[in-house]
């Protein structure tokens, strides 16, 4: 079963704050994405990558960088974080693309205030 | 447009029951996927099942089971004899070969309440 972890899994910043959010997956999977969840809205993609040091931009992606750092972890960061941002943000796995089974971590619960 | 329509924000069934969630798509691709999704109440968000645009076969898994109307682009989830734990949210997913291929679409998704 694959793992895909999420660090932390609540955080609250100021606006203007700076805030990293981490994904590390243990199953050596290629691709790896980030998402938000907003009532109203399903899961978005913000950002993805299909390995270390590749980054691609999701459909989301204003106001967030990602860079992927090893073939197991994935950093999504917010500079100047704003109050629009406040979400429920997944990381994602899958070994072979979209098409395949997407491996979810349990997400991470951001409130920008 | 949206890709990936749930028209049902929120179903309510009682333990036992069995449960259609509806979902329609929008695709010009011939080849594609659609997932179903489950996010629990405990944070996780696990796979459920998986129907191909190739395939003609009822994909089934446990209790959980697809009706898929290719020419009316619809995909149901069919969940038998209810269990409280089955309570979360339910997404529906669309993958599409081609320029889109990266990603999957999600819908909004449909709150499930089980009520014992």
């Known amino acids: 079963e694959a793992a895909v972890t999420q660090s932390p899994r609540n955080k609250v910043t100021v606006t203007g704050g700076n805030v990293t959010l981490s994904c590390r997956q243990t199953?050596?999977?290629?691709?790896m994405y980030w998402y938000r969840q907003d009532t109203g809205h399903g899961l978005r993609l913000i950002h993805y990558?299909?390995?270390?040091?590749?980054?691609q931009i999701g459909d989301v992606p204003d106001g967030y960088k990602a860079t992927r750092t090893t073939q197991e972890d994935f950093f999504l960061l917010l500079e100047l974080a704003s109050p629009s941002q406040t979400s429920l943000y997944f990381c994602a796995s899958s070994d072979k693309g979209a098409n395949t089974e997407v491996f979810f971590g349990k997400g991470t619960r951001l409130t920008v205030v | 447009a949206q890709k990936v329509i749930q028209v049902w924000s929120t179903a309510s069934r009682q333990e036992g029951e069995e449960l259609t969630l509806d979902c329609s798509y929008e695709?010009?691709?011939?080849?594609?996927?659609l997932f179903w999704y489950k996010h629990l109440l405990s944070g996780e968000m696990v796979f459920l099942i998986r129907q191909m645009s190739s395939s003609t076969a009822k994909e089934r898994s446990g209790r959980y089971s697809v009706v898929f109307q290719k020419s009316l682009k619809s995909i149901s989830l069919v969940i038998s004899a209810l269990q409280p734990d089955d309570s979360g949210k339910y997404f529906c997913a669309l993958w599409e070969h081609g320029t889109n291929a990266y990603k999957v679409i999600f819908g909004k998704g449909t709150h499930l309440h089980v009520l014992p």
């Open positions: 199953n050596s999977h290629n691709y």
């Open positions: 695709t010009s691709q011939v080849l594609y996927h």
């Open positions: 990558s299909y390995g270390a040091g590749n980054l």
